[in-house]
């Protein structure tokens, strides 16, 4: 079983949820972060002062497939989110070495 966790534009979220769901992910996480990458943050002004902004709001999405199914749904949110632009994101995938159920106690592919 693999953990993809991929951290996405805020305006993308939708456009990839929709299509994880269409692809026949069952479920996901999702959280709002704050970062940076190559992108840097950049300068606002505010009442005439100018600060700068470092981390960047980002939207992190989690989700749990199995081995096989792991390549497509990162090419699938690799095709969905990517805009060409610096700042569209990272993908991290992980190994996960188990994954259990809380309400019936099932296990592996079975839990997910």
Do not use: C, W
Not at 48 to 62: H, Q, R, T
């Amino acid at each position: 079983m693999k953990k993809i966790e991929a951290i996405i534009r805020h305006f993308k979220l939708e456009e990839v949820k929709d299509a994880l769901n269409a692809h026949g992910v069952k479920g996901m996480t999702v959280t709002e972060v704050r970062g940076f990458g190559r992108q840097k943050g950049h300068t606002e002004t505010y009442r005439g002062a100018e600060y700068s902004v470092d981390f960047l709001p980002k939207v992190k999405i989690e989700v749990v497939v199995g081995n096989e199914e792991a390549q497509a749904v990162i090419n699938k949110i690799i095709q969905t989110a990517r805009t060409g632009q610096v700042g569209d994101g990272k993908i991290f995938v992980t190994d996960l070495a188990e994954v259990v159920r809380i309400r019936t106690g099932e296990t592996a592919g079975a839990a997910i």
